[in-house]
């Protein structure tokens, strides 16, 4: 792990999501994951500026979006400078929305009749 991300990863230990560093998501590895709140954090260095990895990191976000995680991204520096603001960043993220509960309709075999 980079400097930034060790510094990251101190603080993400005192959060209340819980996280996991280095996750293999299919055939990517994301910096940082919280399954249950689907989100994936990533530490960008000077190498995500150039065109290629631009256009990898594109590719990757749009798989992790396809199968339902967000993805926020914070520069090197800032994360490694100020761990606890890019904690602050994360939760103020918004949740995705709750898909709604269904409950099962009743059908015929829970209805009662009057038979006489």
Do not use: C
């Not at 959060?15 to 954090?41: C, W």
């Not at 926020?72 to 603001?85: A, C, D, L, T, V």
């Amino acid at each position: 792990m980079t400097l930034a991300e060790t510094a990251l990863w101190k603080a993400l230990r005192r959060s209340p999501l819980r996280f996991r560093r280095q996750a293999p998501m299919g055939s990517y590895i994301a910096d940082f994951v919280s399954h249950a709140a689907k989100l994936v954090v990533e530490i960008d260095g000077p190498f995500h500026e150039t065109p290629e990895a631009r256009a990898h990191d594109a590719r990757r976000t749009a798989w992790l979006n396809s199968i339902g995680y967000r993805v926020i991204r914070f520069p090197e520096k800032f994360s490694r400078e100020q761990p606890g603001e890019v904690v602050k960043a994360i939760h103020a993220e918004p949740s995705p929305p709750q898909s709604p509960t269904l409950r099962p309709s009743r059908g015929k075999g829970d209805a009662r009749y009057d038979v006489r």
